[in-house]
């Protein structure tokens, strides 16, 4: 699509936006009796005006039933909450509603996931991921391969982009699992990267590791509600993601797991089991020996957060309503326009480290500021801006602002008013 520079340009846009009525879906925050610039959606989602009224009627259902409420609750029993984010998420995913379920926090779900599905043994112990992943992750896996007593310096492969570069070339992922092959146990990568904002090729770095005889697992908490996924379709053995970024299920929100078919109906993979993942038809017997439910479900540990799945449930209605289909379009028209922009200013004052094809990265642009990054995002949050900065790895190199214009409630005239705000705080 060609693109103008102007304001008038971009409310053009935002007027013929056929998702445009979402915004008014959401909760705004205000700065100076305005609308913030709100391009933080990777980090927290706006919370949905329909939140409210999710949460209000599990507290009814609770003030007025009681315990009776696990069965008796109005719309939504509470035994069987899981179960209604299933269809949504699965579409959101590419899978099947049996391959998916909710619960848990995402680093808990990564160790759960990590015990059925990194099963190290003789030569193929070690466990591939991308470079400078999101710390937790590196925590996770540092932590299981103490575990199974390997050390992670050992144990442990990062693939790091060529120098000069920042992402990572497909080519060069798909040959280190190739040349590594014979002593991987797991590849874990994240769907797309918190950092530079690549979006993987999940299909093809499924493939190489299934090439090797090796396990998928991917960290989707930058892709979910993000970009298009088709989990079951690349064949990938398992995934998590958290819900309070793109899917704006509030802070700490219920994360989710997905395990492909090809394994919920293994009883054989080890796994750490509680009630919640026992045959439901035998759960209230409270007898010994455990069953797990097929599929994704057979992982649960607990009942449900009915709270934070409640809040959940009220995002995921707005998934319904917009399409990932329609989301992905505007997403990559309202991240095209900011690229654009940027385009213009001075060369050398911000570089763009995000991938620059739409097709390798999500909403998600990492700038570089190169000359006075910490008061460029001083002033922008001043007026109103709410993007992140990340101080940089390397002493004395730039700094990096996140930015991450989404399209349920972020505007093209947002993006014009970020460029114009970027371009007057570099000549300061
Ligand atoms: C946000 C994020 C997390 C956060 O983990 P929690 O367990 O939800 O606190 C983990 N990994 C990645 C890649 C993330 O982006």
């Known amino acids: 699509m060609t693109y103008e520079n102007s304001l008038e340009f971009a409310r053009n846009l935002d007027e013929n936006d056929s998702l445009k009525a979402f ?7 205000q700065k100076n009796g305005r609308d913030c610039i709100y ?11 329909e939140t409210k009224n999710y949460i209000q009627e599990e507290l009814e259902g609770w003030a007025t039933l009681g315990v009776e ?13 899981h179960k209604f984010s299933k269809a949504s998420l699965a579409k959101l995913l590419g899978a099947d509603p049996s391959e998916v379920v909710s619960m848990n926090s995402l680093t808990t779900n990564l160790h759960l996931l ?25 925590y996770a896996v540092e932590s299981q391969l103490r575990f199974h007593g390997y050390r992670y310096e050992d144990a442990l492969i990062e693939i790091k982009p060529r120098t000069g570069e920042h992402a990572l070339r497909t080519e060069d992922i798909v040959e280190a ?39 998928a697992g991917f960290d989707l908490a930058h892709a979910i509600g993000n970009v298009p996924l088709n989990l079951h379709g690349h064949q990938v053995d398992f995934a998590t993601w958290c819900s309070y970024k793109y899917l704006n299920s509030g802070p700490g929100g ?30 209230f017997k409270m007898e010994k020996g455990f069953h797990p439910m097929p599929g994704a479900d057979g992982w649960q540990l607990s009942n449900v957060n009915v709270l934070a799945s409640a809040a959940h449930l009220a995002s995921l209605e707005i998934f319904e309503a917009a399409g990932m289909e329609a989301l992905r379009d505007k997403s990559v028209r309202l991240t095209g326009y900011l690229q ?18 739409a097709n390798d990265r999500g909403c998600q642009l990492s700038l570089v500021i190169h000359q006075n990054g910490s008061e460029v995002f001083k002033s922008l949050s001043e007026q109103g801006v709410m993007a992140d900065w990340r101080e940089p790895h390397i002493p004395g190199k730039a700094g990096i602002i996140r930015v991450a214009p989404v399209p349920l409630y972020n505007t093209f005239t947002d993006v014009y008013q970020f460029y114009e705000m970027l371009k007057a705080g570099l000549n300061e």
Do not use: C
């Open 23 to 29: 915004r008014d879906q959401f909760r705004i925050p």
């Open 39 to 49: 391009f933080t959606g990777n980090s927290l989602g706006l919370q949905p005006k």
């Open 69 to 81: 409420g696990h069965f008796h609750n109005n719309r939504r029993p509470w035994f069987h909450y």
């Open 114 to 138: 990590m015990v059925s599905f990194y099963r190290p043994k003789g030569k193929k112990y070690k466990i591939m991921m991308e470079g400078g992943a999101f710390p937790s992750d590196q």
């Open 177 to 215: 699992i190739a040349q590594h092959g014979q002593e991987l146990a797991l590849v874990l990568f994240g769907g797309v990267q918190y950092f530079t904002g690549q979006w993987f090729d999940i299909k093809a770095i499924t493939a190489a590791t299934h090439e090797v005889g090796a396990m």
């Open 254 to 283: 219920v994360s989710g797991i997905f395990v492909h078919e090809k394994h919920g109906k293994n009883n054989n993979i080890p796994r750490f089991a509680g009630w919640w993942g026992h045959d439901e038809k035998e759960r």
């Open 340 to 357: 654009y922009l940027l385009d213009s200013l001075p060369v050398g004052s911000v570089e763009i480290i995000t991938p620059s094809s």
